[in-house]
Structures are given as structure tokens and as C-alpha cells.
């Protein structure tokens, strides 16, 4: 499982990358305060896909903390981490509990740590934490759960950045009659307990993000981060069709033949070059206002 959660994972960095609003994470880092080194806390990072993104878009000296429950998709991040930093002239050490980027626009200390996020998450995650964020997570996450972040947050004085939120929206071209169905069973599967305070908020997330941000006295900020694939990405696409198929059958079983008839047809149309899948997400950064 936890494999192929990072092949997913890995499939989907670049898609990521090509769809998230630089404009959003330049306001927050005007809003982020001149420290000698930004200590960041990743919730459910995954990989580090989230760390690799941002590592040369905020100040040069950092602290990250990566949390996620996960010890098998962990296991990646150093490694991952290095290649990306070779590519670009950085160099990777390992360092404690963690490792070490440097280079002529970073200088980081990351720091890895297995450890589950359910209610009630650990408040010393956000002590002394100028910024809290997730990437991919908060549509996999309950109200309750958002809600105590944003006033862990609050409490903290802590910016915060979550990105690619799953809004609900899946659509192909061209268009075949099983596509809303296939959404629709993904979409109540997405409201499942992922054992992150209760049932998830699924497409919902975003909005309740917003509206606890908010509700704790934060700037918020917004941006739509819609994947946008075409035919050349057939691996991901491929993973893409299989993960809606084995969702809906699970959320419904009684339409396996209907899924995987849709299947057949979806992946014909991407053997034939002419498939695209619009993926539609949302992207929220909040900072305390000045007292």
C-alpha cells in the first residue's frame, strides 16, 4: 500500500507543480515575518512533494518539520528530495533525524517525523511554527480537524498554506455517459472517516477552510489549481481512471460491471490520444492580520 501511494505520489508531482498559483504563495511570503530562519511544520507530507515546491520560493534559511503517519511513503523523501536537489545545483546531507539542502538559494534543516494526525493533533507542532501547511490533505480531513488547525494556527501567530484541496469537480473530454457517475460515487467515497476527526469533508474542505480562517481573524487568499491533463500523461491519467473505477465500486459495488465498462472506454480514448481529464482544486493561504 504504502508503494503504491508513493508512485501515485510521484505521478502526480509535476501535474501539481504545473497547477499551483505562484501569485498565492508570493502574497503569503510578503505576509511571512523577516526571521533568521522560517520554521515550517508539512501535515501529511507525503513524500515532501510540498517541501521541494516551496523550499526555493520562501526566505533562504529554513526549519522544516515533515509530519505524516506513514513510515513506508516517508521512507521517500530524502531520497526524492536528493535527485530533485541534484537537478538543480543544491546539495543533500543527511543530518539527525532528518537531512540537510543547501545551495546558493537554500539553506534548510528538515526534519522527518512518523506520527498519526488525528484529534486532538499535538500542539507542539505549531509551537514557534512561522507557517503550517499541507498539501493534497485537507479534503481527506475532517471540519473538526480544520477548524482546530486554523485555531492552533491562530494561537501560533502562524501563516498557513494548504493547496490542491479537491473540490468535487472531475470531468473528461470527450465526454462518455459514465464520467458522472464515476464522479459522483468518488465524491461520496471522499466523505469516508480517513480517521482525521470524523467523516472527511471531502469537496467541502476548501469552503470550511475559508470560513474557519476567516472566523479566526485571518487575511485569506484563494486560488483555483485545476489539474489539466491531456493524452501525454498517460501513466497518470491511467492511475487517475483506475483510482475513480476502484472508488466508485467500493462506494457502490453493486456497479462494478457499469465501472469497468466505463474503464474500457476511458482508456481507449486515451490509447487513442485523445483524452483529457480536468481535476478541479483549490488553493487557500491565510495570514494573522497585524494586531
Known sequence: MDDSLARWLELREPHDWAARDTALVDGLVR???????????????GTGSNLRYLMRRLP???????????????????????????AHGLQVEPAGDGFTVRG???????????????????????????LVTGAALLDLVSDTWIREVADRCREARAAALFVLTYNGQTAFEPHDAGD???????NAHQLRDKGLGGPAAGSLAHARAVHWFVDAGFEVREATTDW?????AALFQRALIDGLAGAAVEQRPDTAATM???????????????????VG????AAWPRPR
Open 31 to 45: 505576509a511571512l515575518p523577516d526571521v533568521p530562519a522560517l520554521r515550517v511544520v508539512d501535515l501529511g507530507t
Open 60 to 86: 533562504v534559511a529554513q526549519e522544516w518539520l515533515l509530519v505524516d503517519k506513514s513510515p513506508g511513503v516517508l521512507r521517500w523523501t530524502a531520497q526524492r528530495t536528493s535527485a530533485w536537489a541534484a
Open 104 to 130: 546558493d538559494s537554500v539553506n534548510c534543516r528538515v526534519c522527518v517525523r512518523q506520527q498519526d494526525l488525528d484529534l486532538p493533533i499535538e500542539r507542539g507542532l505549531f509551537d514557534d511554527r512561522h
Open 180 to 186: 458522472d457517475l464515476a464522479r459522483d460515487l468518488l
Open 228 to 232: 489539466d491533463i491531456d493524452a501525454t
Open 260 to 278: 469497468s465498462s466505463w474503464r474500457t472506454r476511458r482508456l481507449g480514448h486515451l490509447e487513442g490520444g485523445r483524452s483529457r481529464a480536468i
Open 281 to 284: 482544486h483549490h488553493d487557500v
